[in-house]
């Protein structure tokens, strides 16, 4: 499975970015797809996560009602839409899927993912 995120860049609180991330494989809708992000200094933290379908979310507390995750299943694609960017929403953000028939629970961690794309850079400037 290959993931490539797209969609960073530079914006001002306040403003909207929506990130993309395409994956390769057959299979996508049988992935539970997540939304991370790395922060210098920080470490890895879970933004969103969204089931296989689509029918169950998770958001980190804060991004919740600013950041919706959404999925097409037919494009093999996952998205994180992200309003009223903060500063403090600066960081790398990585997309991640976990393939190998994860719990919807677990996915609000790190340990279900085990691929990673390479990450996409969200800077919000105040």
Do not use: H
Request: charged fraction near 15%; aromatic fraction near 12%; hydrophobic fraction near 35%.
């Amino acid at each position: 499975v290959q993931l490539q995120a797209s969609g960073g860049g530079l914006v001002q609180a306040g403003d909207s970015l929506r990130l993309s991330c395409a994956a390769s494989g057959r299979t996508f809708s049988s992935y539970i797809m997540g939304w991370f992000r790395q922060a210098p200094g920080k470490e890895r933290e879970i933004v969103a996560a969204i089931s296989w379908s689509g029918g169950n979310t998770y958001y980190a507390d804060s991004v919740k009602g600013r950041f919706t995750i959404s999925r097409d299943n037919a494009k093999n694609t996952v998205y994180l839409q992200m309003n009223n960017l903060e500063p403090e929403d600066t960081a790398v953000y990585y997309c991640a899927a976990a393939t190998s028939g994860a719990s919807w629970y677990a996915a609000r961690t790190s340990r279900p993912y085990d691929y990673w794309g390479r990450g996409t850079q969200v800077t919000v400037s105040s």
